[in-house]
């Protein structure tokens, strides 16, 4: 019990040490307390670092600077601005989420969700990134865990054994108690002195309960999925077009449409497909 306080109080002082040093203030949305600005970095940051998601950041926020502008326009308008960032379903989780932001709350003085109960009902946000864009928007004192987070506290105090976020989060509790640190200045120490400890090769996170190793990207459904969506954000095109357009099988083409469809993301209108009102 005394080695784990003193391993715990060493994470804390090297957290705030290396964030007093270090910190990552190129991040632009470290610069905000916007909620909606916060919300989109969160989401574009699932399953994607933080170094590339920065450039299509500071696009998608010059073009929709507001869930107010992104609620009024297409989905088509939307995924042409992403892009290239992958997981095309984030950006229509946003687009339906800022619809549902500007459609319950501009009638009210507040412009967002201000609890985790109710950000966490908006589309594509779950138990994460609520707690995530709360600690950053609104200074609260949630707890939680993310990639970088795991990292710092298994470098620390997880031995060898695999951990579940269960059994991280009462430690991350117990260290934002001993930090004395505002909530929001502690997750972004935690999250950079994870970042800093990745780039040193610390990778600690296939001790997580929760780990999935990413298949590769090159020949993925993945890969599949936004070739088709940039197809279709040029033009409607019939099955018979992907397949000569496309050099993937008719039946590969075939079962990914029918995932976008379901999706919401692609709609068939007649015998063309095209990107979903």
């Known amino acids: 019990m005394r080695q784990r306080k003193a391993d715990l109080n060493k994470l804390v002082w090297e957290a705030r040490r290396h964030y007093l040093e270090d910190a990552r203030t190129h991040l632009p949305w470290r610069a905000t307390r916007d909620p909606y600005k916060i919300l989109v970095s969160e989401v574009m940051l699932q399953q994607t670092p933080a170094e590339r998601v920065i450039p299509y950041y500071k696009k998608f926020i010059r073009t929709f600077p507001s869930a107010k502008v992104l609620a009024r326009v297409s ?54 990134t609520a707690r995530a864009v709360a600690a950053f928007a609104f200074n609260s004192p949630e707890v939680f865990v993310e990639t970088n987070i795991r990292t710092v506290f298994f470098y620390h105090m997880g031995g060898r054994r695999t951990l579940s976020d269960a059994e991280l989060l009462p430690l991350v509790a117990r260290a934002f108690r001993e930090s004395h640190m505002e909530p929001r200045e502690f997750y972004s120490a935690l999250m950079d002195y994870g970042a800093h400890l990745k780039k040193r090769g610390m990778r600690l996170n296939a001790r997580s309960a929760h780990y999935k ?26 099955l018979a077009l992907l397949v000569h357009r496309i050099p993937r099988s008719r039946e590969e083409l075939t079962h990914e449409l029918t995932r976008l469809t379901a999706e919401g993301l692609v709609s ?10």
Request: aromatic share 12%.
């Open 213 to 238: 190793k990413q298949s590769a990207f090159e020949g993925s459904a993945r890969q599949l999925r936004g070739v088709i969506l940039r197809e279709l954000l040029v033009h409607h095109a019939t």
């Open 75 to 128: 989905l088509a308008n939307v995924l042409s601005v992403w892009q290239g960032l992958g997981y095309n379903r984030r950006a229509k989780f946003l687009h339906q989420a800022a619809k549902i932001i500007n459609n319950k709350y501009s009638r009210y003085d507040r412009r967002f969700p201000n609890t985790v109960e109710e950000i966490e009902k908006l589309p594509g946000v779950g138990h994460y």
């Open 268 to 277: 068939l209108r007649g015998r063309y497909f095209a990107i979903h009102k």
